[in-house]
């Protein structure tokens, strides 16, 4: 990916806009993997708030993904933090979304990205149960098993960089000790995600 002319789109929730809990930020994850493929084309399709089962197919519309030679999923914190649905739910809508964007025009390499670790009141949310009867830990593996299903090469932080933002870490990397990176986290981002896809 090092010199390729690339078209890639970067779809999402806040994560991949650049919110950092209180700003929008020029210089997020798409940003900085902009620099490091100097020759790419990134546009950052990020939605603050995006959910899989509300907001999904419509950034995919709205990207004109047939356009794109890569586009890089990262969503779903959203759906467990905020919406009700049940987990199935959520993974049926995501494989629709993710089968109709494969058997159409695109030719579009997709690479799938869990969501980054989340600290609900200073809690990591791994084993807690919110609005729906589903942990951040089952959302996770329901959102992997759907892109192994479509044979999706995904990151899943808890084997890829485990260390990269944890129980130790996270009121550092993050800037609203919650979910949103700062400026410096937003760049190692985009540094593992730029060598996970240079090793596909």
């Known amino acids: 990916m090092h010199n390729s002319k ?7 929730d806040s994560v991949t806009r650049g ?24 546009d950052n399709y990020g939605i603050n708030g995006a959910t899989i089962m509300q907001d999904l197919e419509k950034e995919i519309v709205r990207c004109n993904a047939h356009k794109y030679d890569i586009c890089i ?26 089968s109709k964007l494969m058997n159409g025009q695109s030719h579009a390499q997709i690479y799938g990205v869990l969501p980054l670790p989340r600290y609900d009141n200073l809690q990591n949310a791994d084993n807690v149960i919110r609005g729906a009867d589903y942990t951040f ?8 098993y759907v892109y192994k299903q479509l044979n999706i090469p995904f990151i899943d932080w808890r084997n890829y960089h485990p260390d990269f933002i944890n ?34």
């Open 6 to 12: 690339l078209n890639i789109a970067a779809i999402g």
């Open 19 to 42: 919110y950092d809990g209180f700003q929008n930020l020029r210089h997020n994850y798409p940003y900085y993997l902009s620099k490091l493929v100097p020759t790419a084309s990134i």
């Open 73 to 98: 999923v990262m969503i779903g914190t959203n759906d467990y933090g905020h919406l009700r649905e049940e987990l199935i739910n959520i993974q049926e809508k995501l494989r629709f979304i993710l």
């Open 137 to 144: 830990s089952e959302l996770l593996d329901g959102l992997a």
């Open 167 to 200: 129980d130790h870490n996270f009121k550092i990397k993050y800037n609203d000790q919650h979910v949103h990176p700062n400026a410096d986290t937003y760049q190692q981002l985009a540094q593992y995600i730029f060598a996970f896809i240079n090793q596909q």
